[in-house]
C-alpha cells in the first residue's frame, strides 16, 4: 500500500455503508498488532472491567453531556475517548482508517484492515451488551463530535476469544477480512496527501486535543526527515 489511488481503488473493491452494512476499515501503525480490543490487552485484561467501566459511566456524566440512548452507544463514547472497551473502533471511511495506520509510529510499517461484518447490533435500545455471544458489528448515531468526524463504527467482543477471523461470506462470494501492509518509509508521503484532502487531527478530531495533535504530529514529520 503506497498511495492514496490505491486505497481509493481498495474501497471501490470493499465498498462501505453508513447504514446497511459494508466493509469496517481499521488502521493500526504497527504490523505486528493484533486485531484485539483495549480491554483484553495488558495490563487491562487484568482489571475489573464491569466495575471499571461503571464507574466510567458514573463519573463522566459530569464531566460533558454525551447524548446516548442505551450502552452500545455509552461504550462507544467511551472507546472514543480512551477507556478500554470491548470494541474495536474503525471507520466507514478508508482514508481514516489509513491516517491511524499512519499518524503513529513512523518509523515502522503499519496495516490497514478491511472487514465485512455479518452479525449486526441492529436494536440497542432493547438490546444489552450481555445479550451477545459473538462478535457484533455497530453503527452509531453520530451521538459525538468525534464518532460523527470520523465515520465511526465498532465491533464488539464479548470476551477475549472472540477475535475477527476471515470467514467466507456465502450469499456475496467473498472473504471478510482482508488486510495490507503500509510500508514505514510510505507514512509520511501518505499522511501529506490525507492532509490535503482533509484527513487530519483537526478534523477527525474536532476539538483542542485534535488541534494540538494535528501540530505535533507535523513537529514528529519534521524531525523524521532530519
Not at 462478535?135 to 468525534?146: M, T
Request: hydrophobic fraction near 35%.
Amino acid at each position: 500500500m503506497n498511495t492514496i489511488q490505491e486505497l481509493i481503488q481498495i474501497s471501490e473493491e470493499q465498498p462501505s455503508d453508513d447504514w446497511v452494512g459494508g466493509w469496517f476499515y481499521r488502521g493500526q501503525s504497527k504490523k505486528e498488532w493484533e486485531l484485539t480490543p483495549k480491554a483484553y490487552r495488558i495490563p487491562h485484561i487484568h482489571s475489573n472491567f464491569e466495575y471499571n467501566y461503571n464507574m466510567w459511566e458514573r463519573q463522566s456524566c459530569r464531566l460533558k453531556k454525551f447524548n446516548y440512548e442505551n450502552e452500545f452507544e455509552g461504550m462507544a463514547i467511551a472507546q472514543h475517548h480512551g477507556f478500554p472497551t470491548k470494541y474495536l473502533d474503525g471507520s466507514s471511511n478508508i482514508l481514516i482508517a489509513a491516517f491511524f495506520a499512519c499518524s503513529e509510529n513512523l518509523d515502522e510499517d503499519g496495516r490497514l484492515f478491511a472487514y465485512f461484518p455479518t452479525h449486526y447490533i441492529t436494536e440497542p435500545n432493547e438490546k444489552k451488551l450481555t445479550d451477545y455471544e459473538n462478535i457484533a458489528a455497530f453503527q452509531p448515531r453520530p451521538i459525538s463530535d468525534r464518532i460523527q468526524s470520523q465515520l465511526g463504527v465498532f465491533t464488539f467482543h464479548p470476551n477475549e476469544k472472540t477475535k475477527i477471523k476471515n470467514d467466507f461470506f456465502q450469499p456475496a462470494q467473498h472473504d471478510t477480512l482482508h488486510d495490507w501492509i503500509i510500508p514505514s518509509d510510505r507514512k509520511i508521503l501518505l499522511l501529506k496527501s490525507l492532509d490535503r484532502l482533509g484527513i487530519n487531527f483537526k478534523t477527525i478530531f474536532p476539538d483542542l486535543d485534535g488541534l494540538s495533535k494535528h501540530y505535533c504530529l507535523i513537529d514528529e514529520i519534521y524531525a523524521n526527515k532530519t
